[in-house]
């Protein structure tokens, strides 16, 4: 498949033209700078003036667009590209708003799109208007270079992924599902690893975790604190929370973690090797495991589904012994995991009836299989990483936070999360998404344009 996509690209039969690159980074750049410099922060929500850059740009190349709202502030924008038919659509898709930020901790203005360095400073730079940005980009190409299409090519300016998906991608797939249905779908998530300088590994997202939130309600009578009672409402639940806290859930792997692994270890030390290679031997997983819950927690998280105790109140005064005592609990489900008998469990795990446990509500999304790894989407992606990536090996990752595509994932299309290579070291240095200095090299951001640009001609033009 690698051969016949290269081959593909080497004669690049778009319309007898190939992009010049060089323009292409001009102008990347002056949009993405543009779309950074939108407040569009998630509270309060404000995506519209993204949206209405983004039309403006659309409409001006004559490329069809609408826009789609439950609340007129909060649009998500639906752009097509018609095909023959001959296969069904792609979709591309990238999510308009961002967090919300402190401007007082940031070096750069947050909003100002600041170029330093060879990088990009700003909120929504990793997190997600690189996304944005390169699908409005392959947009642009692919209708200016008049390229023959075999698919319909989608492209959905999202809002409220950022925790408020019922102005989003929910009432999207609740109320127009129509118009963004494909057979696959890129949108953010995974993207290349960098380590002092060098790059690792490329990952594509084809798997995610669902978060669900449970309470834990401890009652008991209330008392001086001078007269301690064994009903302490506060003891009952500390009790219950280390227990919890304590406890492995079962490990299960999927195609994805078990690719994911075994791909791993071809890249890494023998040491680590030895570990990623021997998660499932039973000799030897359980002491693996617990080296993970020690030094590598987010794999230790995609092994099972995790309990995170994130949540504490009880108490008013000093001197008074509390009837009620809560704790929530952040948990991140496997996306097969059967949640009613996961709470029974917990339940189990616990074993005091002086703590009710309960499903608390969550913007969660829901559970959904892994994206298949033995189609032609998957790859071509794994080529081009190739072509674009120095021939790095491709992880196929489970994402243990949550992102949108949960709920196309839900309905049956095959989703893959790609992005721009990041330095590992940045997230620990404060440089990473959601922190204060949020940002982006701008080679990378460049790179991953074309990238993109030309997994979605691949998957779409005419062969």
Known sequence: MFLTVAFFFLGLPLAGQSPDW???EEETMRHFQAILRLDTSDP???????????KKVLDAEGIPNEIL?????????????????????LLIMGHTDVVNVDPKKWTFPPFGATRNGGYVYGRGTVDDKDNVVACLMTMLLLKRLKVPLDRDVIFLAEAGEEGNVRFGIKYMVENHYSKIDAEYCLAEAGGGVRAGGRLRYVSIATAEKIPYAVRLVSNGPAGHGSRPLRTNAIVHLAQAVAKVASWQPPMRLNDTTRTYFERLATISTPEEAERYNNIVNPEKSAAIQEYFAEREPGHNSMLRTSISPNMFQAGYRVNVIPSEA???????????ENMEQFVNQIRGVINDPAVKVESEFRDTRPGALPSPLNNEAFRVIESMVKKHYEGVVTL????????????????????????????????????GAHSDQERILESELQRFVKYHYEIAAALAAKK
């Open 22 to 24: 060089r323009a292409v």
């Open 44 to 54: 309060p929500g404000i995506e519209l003036p993204a949206v209405e850059y983004l």
């Open 69 to 89: 709202t439950r609340d007129p502030k909060r649009p998500n924008l639906v752009a097509r590209l018609k095909g023959s038919g001959a296969k069904r659509p």
């Open 326 to 336: 809560t704790a929530t609990l952040d948990i991140r489900a496997l996306p097969d």
């Open 396 to 431: 196929p990752m489970m994402q243990t936070g949550a992102t949108d595509m949960a709920y196309l994932r839900s309905r049956g299309m095959a989703c893959y999360g790609i992005g721009p290579a990041v330095d590992s070291e940045d997230g620990p240095k404060g440089f």
